[in-house]
């Protein structure tokens, strides 16, 4: 049974940071694109970035282009999201997410939250 567990969120005030971490456990998912969603509350589901399996490919959202990066460890079987200069319109649940096609990466294809996999989200809330 896959599961992706999220952390790392909490309160930080605004221009602040955070890094979230999502670990993955009952498949090894080396060769699986992997990224994070959110969803802030009373608006719908929003991409924020993903990355393919060797991590030579990303995408970003352009409400958080040049201020997150994401990373994996493959050998940790994990997906990371550094979060800097945090605004308040970043407060949302963070959720992460894995492609269950090995070698498969397609940005616009992931763009439309096409994951086969989801975690249950772990809540950032940034303060004004």
């Known amino acids: 049974q896959v599961q992706l567990v999220e952390s790392g969120g909490g309160l930080v005030q605004a221009g602040g940071s955070l890094r979230l971490s999502c670990v993955a456990s009952?498949?090894?998912?080396?060769?699986?694109?992997m990224g994070w969603f959110r969803e802030a509350p009373g608006k719908e589901r929003e991409f924020v970035a993903t990355?393919?399996?060797?991590?030579?490919?990303?995408d970003y959202g352009d409400s958080v282009k040049g201020r997150f990066r994401i990373s994996r460890d493959n050998a940790k079987n994990s997906v990371y999201l550094q979060m800097n200069s945090l605004k308040p319109e970043d407060t949302a649940v963070y959720y992460c997410?894995?492609?269950?096609?090995?070698?498969?990466?397609?940005?616009?294809?992931?763009?439309?939250?096409?994951?086969?996999?989801w975690g249950k989200g772990t809540l950032v809330t940034v303060s004004s």
């Open positions: 997410a894995v492609d269950g096609i090995p070698g498969h990466y397609s940005a616009t294809y992931y763009r439309g939250g096409n994951m086969s996999y």
């Open positions: 009952g498949r090894t998912f080396s060769r699986s694109a």
């Open positions: 990355i393919n399996w060797s991590g030579g490919i990303s």
